[in-house]
């Protein structure tokens, strides 16, 4: 058996590590060798990796998808890219864009001079629904203009052209995947899920956002990674993915969900300022991915965040240094 060697960027992060512990777990393929790339800023957590660190094939790489003579090294000796390594958090874009922009784009694009240098290699750029801006009805498919409202969104619309570019131009085997909002296990607790659920879990308040009818798709995100893996293993060179669940909920519901099962109500919600150019709406049309490569997400929504908030509540020594850390750094409501 011919074991495919994986180079995975943002390995340490959310949906990275997700996405780890899904390849090197009980369930995962049987030929696979995987090298996480990651530089541990904040929002990466080697703790994520902890189940498996033993596991045969796995290794770990402190580094920065910059540092082009490091990303050369790993990217010869690997077979595959999938590239989730990325600053992703729209507030700290808005007072603080080059990081955003020196990370997703110049980045992105050193990981692919490097995958060019050592083709044939297989490359798969993890992206996002925000690159399509704000849609007020229906549903986008991957065929729509990119609109981007914020930094942060703007610099992976600039990822992603630059990546389908090099398959235009040289022929690179890059496939995208735009997913939706992802909720689950070991995210950070700034977004909004993560957010809530630990200071209502501690008694304290939640911000929320201008009057909180933005609506979001949401998608757990081992539906997520799932659906990774069936791009990297069955999609198309040069096309692109988008990855929902249909989940669409506005904040204001979103938010009565989690009041409700971490047992609080509306006296812990504190309605704040809006920010700077929050989308209305988002919302992806996953016909693409489930008639092409027959994904399915299985997660239901309401499964999901109770089954979220009972991993917070026993899980306290994860996030709480996180949270704390957070606090004494960020003075503004962290949503996304």
């Known amino acids: 058996m011919t074991t495919t060697r994986i180079l995975v960027t943002g390995g340490a ?12 777990g009980p369930n995962g393929p049987p030929d696979v060798a995987v090298t996480v790339l990651d530089k ?70 050193t990981l692919l001079d490097a995958a060019l240098r050592h083709a044939p290699k297989i490359f798969i750029h993890i992206s996002s629904d ?29 990822s992603d052209l630059i990546a389908l570019s090099y398959h235009r131009t040289h022929g690179l085997e890059v496939r995208v995947t735009r997913c939706s909002n992802n909720y689950g296990p070991h995210q950070y607790p700034e977004k909004i899920v993560p957010l809530f659920i630990t200071r209502l879990l501690d008694g304290r308040p939640v911000p929320l956002y201008g009057d909180g009818h933005n609506i979001r798709d949401w998608i757990h995100v081992d539906d997520h990674v799932r659906g990774i893996e069936l791009v990297r293993t069955r999609g198309r060179p ?20 989690l009041l409700h099962a971490c047992g609080a109500d509306w006296a812990d919600v504190r309605f704040v300022e809006d920010r700077k150019g929050h989308d209305r709406r988002y919302s992806v ?11 399915v997400p299985l997660k239901d929504l309401a499964t999901g965040l109770t089954e979220t908030v009972a ?13 704390r850390r957070a606090d004494r750094q960020d003075r503004l409501p962290l949503l996304p």
Do not use: M
């Open 238 to 257: 040069g096309e692109i993915y988008n990855i929902g669940a249909g989940d669409e909920l506005s904040n204001l519901d979103l938010t009565g969900l």
């Open 285 to 295: 049309d996953s016909t693409k991915i489930r008639t092409e490569l027959g994904f």
């Open 13 to 24: 992060g959310f949906i990275g590590s997700a996405y780890v512990r899904a390849l090197l």
């Open 40 to 109: 541990l800023t904040y929002a990466g957590n080697p703790a994520n990796l902890a189940d498996v660190r033993a596991a045969d094939g796995f290794a770990f790489v402190r580094g920065d998808i910059c540092d082009a003579n490091l990303v050369d090294e790993l990217v010869a000796a690997h077979d595959q890219i999938v590239h989730f390594a990325a600053e992703t958090h729209v507030d700290r874009s808005l007072f603080g864009a080059g990081v955003f922009v020196r990370t997703n784009v110049l980045g992105t694009q």
């Open 130 to 158: 925000e690159v399509y801006g704000s849609i007020r009805d229906g549903s986008w498919p991957e065929t729509d203009p990119l609109r981007p409202n914020s930094p942060y969104s703007a610099s992976k619309a600039a």
């Open 311 to 323: 991993w917070y509540r026993t899980h306290r020594s994860w996030w709480e240094p996180l949270q």
